[in-house]
Antibody, heavy 121, light 104 residues
Framework: EVQLVESGGGLVQPGRSLRLSCAASGFTFDDYAMHWVRQAPGKGLEWVSGISWNSGSIGYADSVKGRFTISRDNAKNSLYLQMNSLRAEDTALYYC??????????????WGQGTLVTVSS | SYELTQPLSVSVALGQTARITCGGNNIGSKNVHWYQQKPGQAPVLVIYRDSNRPSGIPERFSGSNSGNTATLTISRAQAGDEADYYCQVWDSPVFGGGTKLTVL
């Protein structure tokens, strides 16, 4: 059974940093690209960032480019999101999502339950 | 950037057929995927590559894509189908704005 478990969310002041983690199990982690998708309270889904199986291809939404960094550790079956210079508009539930393929970004066939990030003073 | 347009809400009578559209310029040339999100839950993939159902998704869910519109069709709608539905393509922005399905 595929499981994605996010952690690292919390309340943080504007301008500060936070690092999210996603622990994956139930599939061969290094065979698939992975993503972060967020959802602001009462709003729709927003893709944040994606990374290919070998970290050779990485992409970011314009809204987080230059502030967020995605990474993965295939030895630990883990995905990360380093979030710097956080803003109030980054407040959201952050989901870890598995890509359906190794490198080509396509669709998200499994999702975690999310970790909540609240940016407020 | 590429935009996906969904109606904010769709209503359907119990047991009838609901159709949720996703509009985009020449979307028929793209692969469209659909997600169901119930309140307080993570999204679930219900249709991939226009018309394919993942295992465990009822046959009542189907999809089509042509021209400038992709459509998610839910036949014999049930109360348990009430949810937000999102279309997605691999482009920027990636997701449509979402449609709230109400089963009357």
């Amino acid at each position: 059974e595929v499981q994605l478990v996010e952690s690292g969310g919390g309340l943080v002041q504007p301008g500060r940093s936070l690092r999210l983690s996603c622990a994956a199990s139930g599939f061969t982690f290094d065979d698939y690209a992975m993503h972060w998708v967020r959802q602001a309270p009462g709003k729709g889904l927003e893709w944040v960032s994606g990374i290919s199986w070998n970290s050779g291809s990485i992409g970011y939404a314009d809204s987080v480019k230059g502030r967020f960094t995605i990474s993965r550790d295939n030895a630990k079956n883990s995905l990360y999101l380093q979030m710097n210079s956080l803003r109030a508009e980054d407040t959201a539930l952050y989901y870890c999502a598995k890509n359906s393929e190794m490198a080509t970004m396509s669709y998200f066939d499994y999702w975690g339950q999310g970790t909540l990030v609240t940016v407020s003073s | 950037s590429y935009e996906l347009t969904q109606p904010l809400s769709v209503s359907v009578a119990l047991g009838q057929t609901a159709r949720i559209t996703c509009g985009g310029n020449n979307i028929g040339s793209k692969n469209v995927h659909w997600y169901q999100q119930k309140p307080g839950q993570a999204p679930v993939l219900v249709i991939y590559r226009d018309s394919n159902r993942p295992s465990g998704i009822p046959e009542r869910f189907s999809g089509s894509n042509s021209g400038n519109t992709a459509t998610l069709t839910i036949s014999r709608a049930q109360a348990g189908d009430e949810a937000d539905y999102y279309c997605q393509v691999w482009d920027s922005p990636v997701f449509g704005g979402g449609t709230k399905l109400t089963v009357l």
